[in-house]
T-cell receptor, first 108, second 114 residues
Framework: KNEVEQSPQNLTAQEGEFITINCSYS?????LHWLQQHPGGGIVSLFMLSSGKKKHGRLIATINIQEKHSSLHITASHPRDSAVYIC??????????FGTGTSLTVIP | NAGVTQTPKFQVLKTGQSMTLQCAQD?????MYWYRQDPGMGLRLIYY???????DKGEVPNGYNVSRLNKREFSLRLESAAPSQTSVYFC?????????????FGPGTRLLVL
């Protein structure tokens, strides 16, 4: 049973395209996180949100608590955006359920 | 600040050998976590420590032990390694366990058990 489902699993885009990655979850949560895992393996947190929308540069994250759904958007995609994007949800401070990730490749 | 550091970066073990993965953070965080990441699966929590002196099991604790040595350091020990423990291990830390906070991850340790 997966508490967090992401789609698509793999995504290839041309440089400059608008990209959307989706995340659906099945548990009640206090917050949702979007993480980026670089090809070298390092993981960094992009967003933590519990409602509405957050924007950081070309990245936008939205969440709909009622529908248990979140999206990560990348505007004007660039090859350096190529990475695995991971959605994670926190029911409580010590619980994290992670999706399996979306592998994004942006072609020049 | 180094953030979260892990050693070693890569290790090969034979079945039955033991080893300890080290993790340290310099952000004065209270909470620390050990995860494993396997192909086709999301990160899974092995153990966590909400504060210095406390540890609790996560989703997949069998075959592992942990020690929260002090506020900075949280180690993960494999007493008798098995091939099923071949994985990439990540340590993470966050400010408080009593509220939701961003987690900061270490660079990972790739472990191969033959």
């Amino acid at each position: 049973k997966n508490e967090v489902e992401q789609s698509p699993q793999n995504l290839t885009a041309q440089e400059g395209e608008f990209i959307t990655i989706n995340c659906s979850y099945s548990v009640g949560i206090s917050a949702l996180h979007w993480l980026q895992q670089h090809p070298g393996g390092g993981i960094v947190s992009l967003f933590m949100l519990s409602s509405g929308k957050k924007k950081h540069g070309r990245l936008i994250a939205t969440i709909n608590i009622q529908e248990k759904h979140s999206s990560l958007h990348i505007t004007a995609s660039h090859p350096r955006d190529s990475a695995v994007y991971i959605c994670a949800v926190s029911p409580t401070g010590n619980q994290f359920y992670f999706g399996t990730g979306t592998s994004l490749t942006v072609i020049p | 600040n180094a953030g979260v550091t892990q050693t070693p970066k890569f290790q090969v073990l034979k079945t039955g050998q033991s080893m300890t993965l080290q993790c340290a953070q310099d952000m004065n965080h209270n909470s620390m976590y050990w995860y494993r990441q396997d192909p086709g699966m999301g990160l899974r929590l092995i153990y966590y420590s909400a504060s210095e002196g406390t540890t609790d099991k996560g989703e997949v604790p069998n075959g592992y032990n942990v020690s929260r040595l002090n506020k900075r350091e949280f180690s993960l020990r494999l007493e008798s390694a098995a091939p099923s423990q071949t994985s990439v291990y990540f340590c993470a830390s966050s400010g408080l366990a009593t509220r939701i906070e961003t987690q900061y991850f270490g660079p990972g340790t790739r472990l191969l058990v033959l």
